[in-house]
C-alpha cells in the first residue's frame, strides 16, 4: 500500500467546464450556450435532470440505476443528483463508475481507515485510484485488469 500525501484539486468531486462542453457540445448549442459560467449553470439547472455526467470520472446513470435508495433521495429533492449525493455523503461507502469498486479497491489496495485517508489527504479509494493506484497499475474493479489491458 502507497500512501502519498496529496495536495491537489480533487477533480472527480468537481463539475469539468471543459470536458462537459465537448461532451455535451450539441446540447449547448442548441441553447446557444458557450460561456463557462452559464455551461456550469446550465449543468446545475438542466443537465443533473437529463442526467449528465458532471465530469469523465462519475457515471450519474449507473449511479442512480446502482443505488435505488440514492434514485429515491434525489427524487425527494434531498439531494440534487447523485453526483451531488456521492460528493457529499457517497464517497467512502459507493462506486462512482461502473469500472471501479471503491469496497474492493479498499480492500484490495488501501486496508486503512478513513482517518488515515483524510490526514494523506487522500478522500477514498476512487481518489487514491485516480492520483496514484492507476500508474501503479492497481486493479480498479474485478472486471479490469490494467496488466492485461497493457499487454493488448
Known amino acids: 500500500m502507497s500512501l502519498l500525501k496529496l495536495k491537489r484539486k480533487i477533480d472527480w468531486a468537481a463539475f469539468d467546464g471543459e470536458w462537459y462542453k465537448k461532451q455535451y457540445h450539441s446540447v449547448l448549442s442548441f441553447f446557444e450556450l458557450s460561456q463557462d459560467g452559464e455551461i456550469e449553470e446550465f449543468y446545475k439547472t438542466k443537465g443533473?435532470?437529463?442526467k449528465h455526467y458532471p465530469?469523465?470520472?462519475?457515471d450519474e446513470?449507473?449511479?442512480l440505476q446502482r443505488?435505488?435508495?440514492v434514485r429515491e433521495l434525489v427524487a425527494s429533492g434531498e439531494y440534487h443528483s447523485g453526483f451531488d449525493h456521492y460528493v457529499r455523503v457517497g464517497n467512502l461507502s459507493h462506486s462512482p463508475h461502473w469500472l471501479f469498486d471503491e469496497e474492493y479497491y479498499r480492500r484490495l489496495y488501501l486496508d486503512v481507515s478513513?482517518?488515515?485517508l483524510r490526514e494523506n489527504n487522500i478522500r477514498n479509494g476512487y481518489d487514491h485510484y485516480l492520483n496514484q493506484g492507476s500508474r501503479q497499475l492497481n486493479s480498479p474493479s474485478v472486471f479490469f485488469d490494467p496488466s492485461l489491458f497493457i499487454s493488448e
Request: proline share 12%; aromatic share 32%.
Open 67 to 69: 443505488y435505488s435508495d
Open 114 to 116: 478513513p482517518e488515515t
Open 55 to 58: 465530469n469523465p470520472f462519475f
Open 48 to 50: 443533473r435532470d437529463l
Open 61 to 63: 446513470s449507473w449511479y
